[in-house]
């Protein structure tokens, strides 16, 4: 089966979420497919969240055994980016030193690889999976140039968005990507997994009353519920989405059936994906003081 790519506007995040929805169908549509041939023969760009769900839509296919081959790849800068950026397996490191030489290697691009972090609570994978985020705020903020607020909004959120996918998803990997858009002076910031959804964490801990995708993020955005046992924890979701909205950018939350963009949430989607994913799209040009974001 052909799946194909159609062109999308970067600065329209609805444009793009309409493209996830049809892509997610398509997806859902094509588990018992031996061979699917993904083709970008239409486009010159993909957007950070359409290509770290099209990464992990990968992996998921080819653990199912089923072939996937990228074709219509005509476009010499498209390819280029998308085998930089190791699209369709995402980094993995075996050890601490190979991790930081190889991540050492993107200190001069705007864009990081999609890293494939390790999920388990073991002592080695926590040792890998926290140099990871180390070493990509690191570069962050030698490419960036970020002040102490901006390096502090961004190991926040990266840091709370893997714990949630370390405390609550219940799998052994996640994914994580960013793009820097100099020109346009914002940072797109991608996080992904193939768990328990949202909701699925909220049953297994025991929360009633919530049936459906969509109420689970209600509940996590909107009243602030978490399933975090330890004190002096944030709020998860809705600390940081609160301050992304402080902050006037751009917030897009993906579990199951249910979809929250800014403060439009979609009920019942067409199609469903078995995990959640987190996006934040975040102006560079602000001044601020991140412990202030905090209280607000």
């Given at each position: ?254 579990s199951g059936d249910g979809l929250l963009h800014n403060n439009f949430l979609y009920l019942d989607l067409p199609a469903s994906w078995q995990g959640t994913i987190v996006f934040f799209r975040i102006p560079m040009q602000q001044k601020f003081d991140f412990y202030k974001l905090t209280y607000l």
């Amino acid at each position: 089966m052909k799946i194909s790519l159609l062109p999308h506007d970067t600065d329209d995040l609805n444009q793009i979420l309409n493209e996830y929805i049809r892509l997610l169908t398509l997806f859902n549509k094509v588990q018992d497919q031996t061979h699917i041939f993904l083709s970008f023969e239409n486009i010159h760009f993909v957007n950070p969240l359409l290509a770290l769900f099209l990464s992990a839509s990968i992996g998921k296919a080819k653990q199912a055994q089923c072939k996937v081959e990228l074709i219509g790849l005509n476009d010499e800068g498209l390819r280029n980016y998308l085998n930089t950026i190791y699209f369709s397996e995402g980094f993995q490191a075996r050890n601490e030193d190979e991790c930081l030489i190889f991540l050492k290697s993107y200190g001069s691009k705007t864009f990081l690889p999609i890293l494939h972090f390790p999920a388990s609570d073991n002592d080695f994978q926590t040792n890998i999976r926290d140099l990871m985020i180390s070493a990509l705020i690191e570069l962050m903020k030698a490419e960036l140039r970020l002040d102490y607020s901006y390096q502090n909004l961004y190991s926040y959120l990266i840091y709370e968005m893997v714990d949630n996918i370390v405390e609550h998803a219940q799998v052994e990997a996640g994914w994580l990507f960013a793009q820097y858009y100099k020109q346009k002076a914002y940072l797109d910031l991608c996080i992904l997994d193939t768990g328990v959804t949202i909701l699925g964490s909220y049953q297994r801990f025991g929360v009633t009353g919530i049936y459906k995708h969509s109420d689970a993020i209600r509940k996590a955005i909107e009243e602030g519920c978490s399933t975090k046992l330890e004190s002096g924890r944030g709020h998860g979701l809705s600390d940081s989405f609160r301050k992304i909205k402080q902050l006037q950018g751009d917030l897009i939350l993906i579990s199951g059936d249910g979809l929250l963009h800014n403060n439009f949430l979609y009920l019942d989607l067409p199609a469903s994906w078995q995990g959640t994913i987190v996006f934040f799209r975040i102006p560079m040009q602000q001044k601020f003081d991140f412990y202030k974001l905090t209280y607000l």
